[in-house]
């Protein structure tokens, strides 16, 4: 049973187009939602985050959309750069549980080509 | 910055040999975790555990072990290495206070 929901496994995009990435999510006492970015032989590293109770938030070329009501969200990077191909993970914390555990999607690799 | 560092970024194992995975961190974090990735799965959580000497089984713990002696320090074992336990395995660790988790490295873990 998946909770968190990355159904595009890849996206190619041109260097300066907006990429988008999607999650989805099943269970309704997640409140905090997390992208991590991963590179090969690498670990992951926090990208953004956003609280449940925000429906945006934004950090340089990066922004998050959160639309509770469809148990989706969204991570906008403009404009995409060659740096940014990497592979995307969206994460999600339980509120009810007090453990830190993040459950995490399938990925989707993100390739931006020059 | 929060340092959590493996101690092995490579690992190649024989089937049936007993394998620790070691993980340390620096920054005085009282949740550690254990997840491997495979591709077209994600990350999935092995173990964790949110204090010393206590531990929890996540949505994978079959064929692992952990152990958490010392608060800084959180280590996977697997018993018994089979094939299937080939994969990349990163260590994670948080604050009780933010609910995002810092990565270590990761192993990538081979089993013949």
């Known amino acids: 049973d998946q909770q968190v929901k990355q159904n595009s496994p890849s996206l190619s995009v041109q260097e300066g187009r907006i990429s988008i990435l999607n999650c989805d999510y099943t269970n309704s006492m997640f409140d905090y939602f997390l992208w991590y970015k991963k590179y090969p032989a690498e670990g992951p590293t926090f990208l953004i985050s956003?609280?449940?109770?925000?429906d945006k938030n934004e950090d340089g070329r990066f922004t998050v959309f959160l639309n509770k009501s469809a148990k989706h969200l969204s991570l906008h990077i403009v404009p995409s750069q060659p740096g940014d191909s990497a592979v995307y993970f969206c994460a999600a914390s339980d509120g009810s549980s007090n453990t830190g555990k993040l459950i995490f999607g399938q990925g989707t690799t993100l390739q931006v080509k020059p | 910055d929060v340092k959590v560092t493996q101690s092995s970024r490579y690992l190649v194992k024989r089937t049936g040999e007993k394998v620790f995975l070691e993980c340390v961190q620096d920054?005085?974090?009282?949740?550690m975790f254990w997840y491997r990735q495979d591709p077209g799965l994600g990350l999935r959580l092995i173990y964790f555990s949110y204090d010393v000497k206590m531990k929890e089984k996540g949505d994978i713990p079959e064929g692992y072990s952990v152990s958490r002696e010392k608060k800084e320090r959180f280590s996977l074992i697997l018993e018994s290495a089979s094939t299937n336990q080939t994969s990349m395995y990163l260590c994670?660790?948080?604050?009780?206070?933010?609910?995002?988790?810092?990565f270590g490295q990761g192993t990538r873990l081979t089993v013949v």
């Open positions: 920054m005085d974090h009282e949740n």
């Open positions: 956003i609280s449940s109770i925000k």
């Open positions: 994670a660790s948080s604050l009780r206070t933010w609910k995002g988790s810092f």
